[in-house]
């Protein structure tokens, strides 16, 4: 009988993976850089020279029901990544198909964020909740929906894009969409950056740490971390900015699902404070009397990668 699964978290930067048992139990794990890669066949060559040591030092193949991943835009339904604007593969991809073939296993694929919030509802602070929402934060935002104990997918596999909502009408373009003022181009790492730049640009006046960085290479949503932890007076504006939108975003959300809780996952996360307070502040602000003070907003208790990588294997272990 098997044993295991394996589980792939494909993110816009890095893709983790690892084996998992059945006790939710993850046994090895490693990661790869998502995009060093043009071609789709050039990763899925990569991730099978990484993963079939694993494989076998599990006894083999028939030692796993199978590979369950996350990623960008993963359509359950279809199996195929579809025109995800973080991933350098552009169009319909058969990733489920592609990895089936090259591994010689059955595939199953989801989106990231809702393999995250499988693996919060399976093992970490959402176990015993039927109603809460995972918002990833990384290079892009992400968002799994769950209502009745059960993920929202919608009819055609995409529903819970929570990062596109438009969040300030003919704002910051979204180089990867097309779109303006979306939640994911001021709320992720990416738009920190951003942030950051902008603020520079638009107080030349005004001493920051962050000028000792290269705008092109250096400045980063860790740099503006590392910068705003030793009192960098721009530095944190960029937190309270982008915590302030996140949290009129989460209170839009909040007054859609009514969940238990939020729970933010994801490299932002690592910020602690410096998110969370404003974007609780900013979320209880913009609720109606009835939401006040009733919904739990929690960073995930998992550790990095973990709730992502567990959700994915769970698509196989179900």
Not at 79 to 87: K, R, S, T, W
Not at 230 to 243: L, P, Q, S
Request: glycine fraction near 12%.
């Amino acid at each position: 009988m098997a044993k295991y699964a394996i589980g792939i978290d494909i993110g816009g930067t890095n893709t983790k993976f690892g084996v998992v048992d059945k006790h939710g139990n993850i046994l090895r794990q490693d990661r790869l850089l998502t995009n060093k890669h043009e071609m789709v066949q050039d990763f899925i060559a990569e991730l099978h020279e990484k993963l079939a040591p694993m494989i076998t030092g599990a006894g083999g193949p028939e030692q796993f029901t199978g590979i369950g991943i996350g990623a960008p835009n993963g359509n359950y339904y279809t199996g195929n990544i579809e025109y995800a604007a973080n991933l350098k593969w552009r169009g319909i991809i058969p990733l489920a198909k592609m990895v089936s073939e090259k591994f010689g296993m059955k595939v199953r694929l989801t989106n990231d964020a809702n393999a995250a919030a499988v693996g919060e509802m399976m093992y970490g602070c959402a176990k015993g909740m039927k109603h809460f929402i995972v918002i990833t934060l990384g290079t892009g935002v992400g968002s799994g929906i769950v209502i009745d104990g059960k993920i929202v997918l919608g009819h055609d596999g995409f529903a819970g894009e929570l990062g596109h909502v438009i969040v300030r009408p003919g704002g910051r373009l979204h180089k990867g969409t097309g779109i303006r003022g979306s939640l994911e181009a001021y709320a992720s790492a990416t738009g920190v950056r951003e942030t950051a730049i902008e603020m520079l640009t638009q107080n030349p006046d005004v001493e920051s740490l962050l000028r000792d960085y290269s705008i092109n290479d250096l400045i980063t949503s860790q740099t503006v971390y590392e910068c705003a932890a030793k009192g960098d007076k721009i530095a944190n504006e960029v937190f309270e900015f982008t915590g302030q939108i996140l949290g009129e975003a989460l209170a839009n959300f909040v007054m859609f699902s009514s969940p238990e809780a939020i729970i933010l996952f994801g490299g932002l996360t690592k910020t602690g404070d410096l998110i969370m307070n404003p974007t609780r502040q900013a979320m209880e602000a913009n609720l109606i009397q009835i939401y006040k003070g009733k919904i739990k907003l929690l960073f995930s208790d998992l550790q990095e990668a973990d709730a992502a990588i567990l959700g994915a294997s769970a698509l196989v272990t179900e």
